[in-house]
């Protein structure tokens, strides 16, 4: 009972920059943390940032740190993904998840937003 909508997805040159929105709406009383996942062709879905649903926690996978920034938008339903210093290999579908405290694994997925970087 939770929806996810991304945002922000495009084509971009080498070593630029892209910021991604995801709006959660509905039951979202039950998320305990949001979080963006990518998968590129050809390859499994793999996690990207973390963020707590107050917004003073983060965590990022060690190939992003450094370029992508995960945080809480004014509404507190916003979450979004600076992300800078794009490589080609950053190309993939991106997803925005929610989890619920009661659960171990990601429970709602946003439909995508594609991300292409340009060589």
């Known amino acids: 009972q939770v929806q996810l909508v991304e945002s922000g997805g495009g084509l971009v040159q080498y070593g630029g920059s892209l910021r991604l929105s995801c709006a959660a709406s509905?039951?979202?009383?039950?998320?305990?943390?949001m979080g963006w996942f990518r998968q590129a062709p050809g390859k499994e879905r793999e996690f990207v940032a973390a963020?707590?649903?107050?917004?003073?926690?983060?965590n990022y996978k060690d190939f992003v740190k450094g370029r992508f920034t995960i945080s809480r938008g004014n509404a507190k339903n916003t979450v979004y993904l600076q992300m800078n210093s794009l490589k080609p290999e950053d190309t993939a579908v991106y997803y925005c998840?929610?989890?619920?405290?009661?659960?171990?694994?990601?429970?709602?997925w946003g439909q995508g937003t594609q991300v292409t970087v340009s060589s």
């Open positions: 998840a929610a989890k619920k405290s009661t659960t171990a694994n990601y429970d709602y």
């Open positions: 509905g039951r979202t009383f039950s998320i305990d943390r």
């Open positions: 963020i707590n649903w107050s917004g003073d926690n983060t």
